[in-house]
């Protein structure tokens, strides 16, 4: 069983920046962030292949976030740029324990899950 723990949440001003990174205890293929926010339902930010060649974004971050790793270290990170009010929920950070050929964007995709991270922007 692989653990995963994330760091790097907080409270930001909008316009603000902040990096989350993910800390994989074991070897894991594709990764990715979710993030759910308060009466809503857990929805996918970012995703990324186990080589780092494949990436995938929601439309709602396009342009404003990164996703990268660094297998050498286990970790995944997620650089989030320009944020926004909207952009305030927890983070999770998942990851898939078998390789496969496209980047899932789906829940039901990942194997292990990491515990959350608050993220809040202010107005």
């Known amino acids: 069983q692989v653990q995963l723990v994330e760091s790097g949440g907080g409270l930001v001003q909008a316009g603000g920046s902040l990096r989350l990174s993910c800390a994989a205890s074991?070897?894991?293929?594709?990764m990715g962030w979710f993030r759910q926010a308060p009466g809503k339902e857990r929805e996918f930010v970012a995703a990324?292949?186990?080589?780092?060649?494949?990436?995938r974004y929601a439309d709602s971050v396009k342009g404003r976030f990164t996703i990268s790793r660094d297998n050498a270290k286990n970790t995944v990170s997620l650089q989030m740029n320009s944020l926004k009010p909207e952009d305030t929920a927890v983070y999770y950070c998942?990851?898939?324990?078998?390789?496969?050929?496209?980047?899932?964007?789906?829940?039901?995709?990942?194997?292990?899950w990491g515990q959350g991270t608050q993220v809040t922007v202010s107005s």
């Open positions: 998942a990851a898939d324990k078998s390789p496969k050929t496209v980047v899932t964007t789906a829940p039901p995709g990942y194997d292990y």
């Open positions: 074991g070897r894991t293929y594709s």
């Open positions: 990324i292949s186990w080589g780092g060649g494949n990436t």
